[in-house]
């Protein structure tokens, strides 16, 4: 019989973002008889999802923000030390230096560095972090991993050697159903033929939901009836609020917050738009996809997000191509999806090989599992 094995994630902050969900796929698929997740979290996190972790048997650990570096490190070391996890696996890109480094100093075997992400976009700060923390990024893990082989050679460099985890979604969930496309359209007070745009992330300046606003704001100029659906929370909703009320007529953008029903809005949407800065992959393009949806990404969203080959790639500067894509839409309209194109997407055999990794990289597991 396998022998289960404790591993502690280190999320950073949990605020609803795209890292969280997808650790959080994993940890439902995943076979808790053999593997189970702890999760360390920055104190000032905004939406951890305690009780679910609590009744699948992980266990929340909240440690000080990563900010203050000398008690964060401190925290982490202590409860290395104490807990005696034989993995570490850090999801928080180019800052996974930090804990790492804490996990080297107590004696964890297993280190994982893992890459979620590119440059910051526009963000000079970000950016001048991120560019002094790279050299350091192979200096402590033992293992590296990545969502994409863009993310992994942008943080670990090129011919460095990781393993591609996808961001893995649970496919069936997300197969288009017109019944369920109805009521989701009635639930959101939409009639047939209203034209419903949709985008679904934390308020970021990586998300970019300003630029989306400013295009919506031109194409309700041509529909009227036009709406716009913001799925999400984050520090710039507020900001992002504000803009819309200036700009948009009243009751045009709908902010929806944070969902647990975002298959039912891909649905009823009939258009989806991510218009992000930089993204790792984006979990949501590949959601929206698979429901058909007709999407429309910055040609910063790697081309891995498009597995139905669907998807139109806009640049940011051409606010103009933007509005003349989405009005271009027939409301109503789905593309083909063809679920060959997204079997390495497919959370169930994702969640087995992540399994089978963590056997392989952790000798006594490994031993122990294949009795």
């Known amino acids: 019989m396998a022998s289960q094995i404790r591993i502690a994630h280190v999320m950073g902050k949990m605020v609803g973002g795209g890292v969280e969900q997808v650790v959080m796929n994993y940890y439902r698929h995943i076979d808790r008889?053999?593997?189970?997740?702890d999760f360390l979290v920055d104190a000032d996190s905004t939406l951890v999802p305690r009780e679910k972790i609590e009744s699948f048997g992980g266990r929340v650990f909240e440690v000080p923000p990563y900010q203050h570096q000398v008690a964060y490190q401190r925290e982490l070391a202590r409860l290395f030390r104490e807990e005696h996890w034989p993995i570490v696996h850090s999801h928080i890109n180019a800052l996974s230096v930090f804990p790492l480094r804490a996990a080297k100093w107590v004696g964890i075997p297993v280190r994982i560095a893992h890459s979620h992400s590119t440059a910051g976009g526009h963000d000079p700060l970000?950016?001048?972090?991120?560019?002094?923390?790279?050299?350091?990024?192979?200096?402590y893990p033992t293992h590296r991993?990545?969502?994409?082989?863009?993310?992994?050679?942008w943080l670990f460099g090129n011919g460095a050697d990781f393993k591609v985890i996808p961001n893995a979604i649970d496919l069936d969930a997300f197969r288009f159903d017109p019944e369920r496309r109805a009521r989701a359209r009635s639930e959101l007070g939409l009639a047939d033929g209203q034209l419903a745009v949709g985008h679904v992330g934390r308020f970021s300046p990586q998300k970019n939901q300003s630029f989306l606003i400013r295009v919506f704001s031109r194409v309700v100029r041509e529909r009227s009836d036009a709406k716009l659906?913001?799925?999400?929370?984050g520090h710039q909703r507020r900001e992002c609020e504000e803009l819309a009320a200036e700009?948009?007529?009243e009751g045009s953008v709908v902010f929806l917050g944070q969902r647990s029903d975002v298959a039912d809005l891909y649905f009823a949407l009939d258009v989806f738009c991510l218009p992000s800065e930089f993204e790792g992959l984006g979990m949501v393009?590949?959601?929206?996809?698979a429901t058909?949806?007709?999407c429309i990404f910055s040609n910063c969203v790697p081309r891995d997000a498009d597995p139905a080959y669907s998807a139109r790639f806009l640049q940011l500067d051409d606010e103009e191509s933007w509005v003349g894509a989405i009005l271009s839409v027939m409301p109503g309209a789905r593309c083909s999806v063809h679920m060959g194109g997204?079997?390495?997407?497919d959370i169930r055999d994702s969640a087995k090989g992540l399994v089978e990794w963590y056997s392989e990289i952790l000798p006594i597991f490994s031993v122990t599992a294949r009795r």
């Open 145 to 153: 991993a990545a969502c994409t082989r863009h993310a992994g050679e």
């Open 247 to 249: 700009i948009c007529p």
């Open 229 to 233: 659906f913001l799925v999400g929370e």
């Open 126 to 139: 970000k950016n001048a972090m991120k560019a002094a923390l790279r050299p350091f990024a192979n200096v």
């Open 33 to 37: 008889s053999r593997v189970q997740f």
């Open 292 to 294: 058909g949806c007709p």
């Open 285 to 289: 393009a590949i959601e929206a996809e």
């Open 342 to 345: 997204f079997s390495k997407f």
